[in-house]
């Protein structure tokens, strides 16, 4: 237990009160050793933890060229292989969905209804559902509009004007919508993504 507090005065001292490793050994009573063995151990776990995630990383690269599912979704602009290996592994099958709509609501991307009476009030994006999946589609549809932002255009006009009319966040919720919606359709129809 005498590590691990040592460890987090050590920690509070040098991140929160901006103290020099020279001043902490000397307040602490702590020889540098002592520090730099600590040091030692952080670093082989960091390695030992990257080491895992580039393995897991080359293997879910070498998945998404196997699989034909995969290889597929990874068509979609702001899809990678990661974005579809999420879908592949924490999304039913798509087909239990009635339409794209149902599976973007089930991962939360679509605005949260309050209508009666005939007329139809639209609010927030829900947020309910699958978040995983949804932060991933967004992160990736941030990635889409940062490429458009600086290419000054795309070839695709809803999302050029989408761009133009709406704040970047706005625009990307709307897009992984879209993304979600394109995915539902091609995985059900079992075709390819060809631009609209």
């Not at 002592?34 to 990383?57: A, F, K, N, P």
Request: one cysteine or more; aromatic letters at 6%; proline letters at 3%.
């Amino acid at each position: 237990m005498l590590v691990v507090e040592t460890i987090a005065k050590i920690r509070r001292a040098h991140f929160i009160q901006g103290k020099s490793i020279k001043q902490i050994c000397r307040e602490l009573r702590v020889s540098r050793n002592t520090v730099r063995e600590m040091g030692v151990l952080y670093l082989d776990q960091i390695s030992r933890l990257t080491e895992l995630i580039e393995q897991m990383s080359d293997e879910l690269e070498c998945a998404s060229k196997t699989d034909d599912e995969l290889r597929r979704l990874c068509t979609v602009p702001g899809i990678g292989p990661v974005t579809a290996g999420a879908i592949a592994a924490f999304a039913p099958d798509l087909s239990t969905f009635d339409s794209g709509r149902n599976f973007a609501a089930w991962l939360g991307l679509v605005p949260r209804q309050r209508s009666s009476g005939g007329k139809a009030r639209l609010g927030a994006v829900s947020k309910m559902g699958q978040c995983d999946i949804r932060k991933l589609l967004i992160v990736g549809a941030m990635s889409v509009i940062r490429w458009v932002v600086r290419k000054g255009g795309s070839a695709n006009r809803w999302l050029a004007n989408l761009v133009a009319r709406k704040p970047r966040m706005v625009a990307a919720v709307a897009l992984a919508n879209k993304m979600a919606r394109m995915i539902w359709a091609m995985t059900t129809k079992q075709e390819n993504y060809r631009m609209a």
